[in-house]
């Protein structure tokens, strides 16, 4: 049965999820958002058993462990059989070379016997159009073709074509190496290439990883997490998704399927902001480049939540009847209807992922005045939609409210042009946008809040609770030792929590109630803790959090709250972001642990 025990393997251009059996199970081409040439995470067609799979199999396998070269993204996979073990080193290629970043359509596989005498048969069954086309399979001494309609990938290996053709076992007596990328012809021979990218695919993660500040305290789960946030750029244009997969259910057979490989501005501000917290201030760079390009089209109104990553703006909906799904539970999703909605917090995500460019003095850009008057048009957005109903943080696709979290991301958006005004001396504009937050931080605080709930509520004059309030403590809109946001702590917990688990919402939606926890949310609920004082109890959650992580440090959208089990799209960059803010937040201080 598949299960969500992957490993992701990246270079900012594209991506693979690997199981523990060194089977890569799932990976887009040309791009995150491309055609799934690997797609076994989501079935195979029928009549094509074992379709969409790229699998390396020891002879009578009797055990696997699978490990990342540690401060990388080159993922180990041990297979051990009766006769012998052989390690699967897999990876993106990734560095620098002609003073630009080298990051080809490629993934390299390296077999290399450990012990006694492994036989392998290995299984490269690549289709293409989400799984409903065979490839046309061409050959040559050292390389096979698989042609599609749009594109054609070549594998090119120093393992005998013949058994790899016909799925034959063969020993393994010394490294193997398998290149698939481009239908181009490499430079050297595989091995040559192959340790060649290995060699400097190691050094840049290395490297990499050797400049975040991280905290004194969980330093593999911070590191392991931004590695994974740092894969879920894109970086040729500089959009971040939201994950690598689509349509893993929230829950079992919920059909709440939806595809996350597009950029919604609101996820990728949060991860923005977990980077810089470790001062990876590049992707910043590059996402800002990227929004830019959006707020360069407000004056036409109204700016969607989510993007393509190539800023593709319609995201049109469809399901791909052909395959099955994860564990069978379709509908398999392509695109998001999400495009088409209204959701009024997007106007302060942008400002949000913006404001720390015109402040940062280590950027090698420099925001000028023009740059801001481009955000103000943003702020007047906010301005006159903050008291609007909108389909709110969670994307209802049939209810419309005036969502709390959506008002709080209109105010940080006023907020944070005030404070940029300030920052270029603009002390009129400053005034200006001081006042127009101020006003909606009054609506907030009358409207959002429910004596009868002693807490804050979902929507304005609502009732009922949602974990997003909480980000009221996260952006600065409310002091933490606020009665009125102590109190809300306390009765989220109460009414959504679930050990350390946090539901969204207590609502039922458009699918009815939501079965599985969200783990943003107990992230966000961790740092609330910390915030009004319980930093103890907040360690503990913290800890039980990182111990629902997969084998690898990673983890999805959902939890289920009683067994544990990960839900939802895989890797999930706000659950990874959560890692990464709890652990800033609690670490102790270098100089208590050294």
Known sequence: MQSLDLGLIGNCSIGALIDREARIVWSCLPRFDGDPIFHALLGHPAGAPE???????????????????????ILKTMLHGETGSIEVTDFCPRFYSRHRAFRPHMLIRRIAPIEGNPRVKIRLRPRFDYGAKAP????????????????????TTDAPIDYLLEETAFKVTEPIHLILGPDETLSEGPAEVGELF???TTNYWLSWTHRLAVPAEWQEAVIRAAITLKMCSYE????????????????????RNWDYRFCWVRDAYFVVRALNSLAAVRTLENYF?????????????HIQPVFGITLDRKLVERTIDHLPGYRGMGPVRVGNQAYEHFQHDTYGNLILAAAPAFFDARLFMSPGASD?????????????????????????RSRARVHTSSSLMCWAACDRLAKIAA???????????????????????????????????????????????LLMGEIGFIAPDDPRFVATVERIQEVLGTGPHLMRYEDADDFGKPE???????????????????????????????????????????????????????PQTYSMVGIINCAMRLSRPWESVV
């Not at 929004?291 to 360069?296: A, E, F, G, P, S």
């Open 51 to 73: 379709a969409g799979i790229f699998s390396i199999e020891i002879e009578n396998q009797a055990g696997t462990t699978q490990s990342y070269i540690p401060n990388t993204a």
């Open 136 to 155: 046309t399979v061409t050959y040559g001494s050292n390389h096979i073709r698989f042609v599609g309609d749009n594109f054609t990938v070549r594998l």
């Open 198 to 200: 290995l060699k400097n």
């Open 236 to 255: 040729p244009t500089g959009a971040i998704i939201a994950a690598m997969t689509t349509s893993i259910p929230e829950a079992p057979n919920s059909a």
């Open 289 to 301: 480049r990227w929004l830019m390009n959006i707020v360069d089209d407000v004056n036409a109104g």
């Open 372 to 396: 801001f008057a481009k955000l103000e048009v943003l702020g007047e957005r906010a301005f006159q939609l903050y008291d609007k109903p909108d389909a709110g943080i969670w994307e209802l």
């Open 423 to 469: 920052r270029f001396g603009e002390k009129q504009r400053a005034q200006f946008w001081a006042t127009r937050a101020e006003t909606i931080r009054e609506a907030i605080l009358a409207r959002a809040w429910s004596s009868r709930r002693n807490a804050f509520v979902e929507s304005f004059d609502g009732a009922s609770l949602d974990a997003s309030v």
């Open 516 to 570: 599985t926890a969200f783990n943003i949310c107990a992230f966000w609920y961790v740092d609330a803790l910390a915030r009004i004082g319980r930093r103890e109890e907040a360690r503990e959650k913290f800890e039980e959090l990182l111990r629902t992580r997969n084998h690898l440090g990673l983890m999805s959208e959902d939890t289920a709250p009683l067994s544990g089990e990960p839900w939802g799209n895989f």
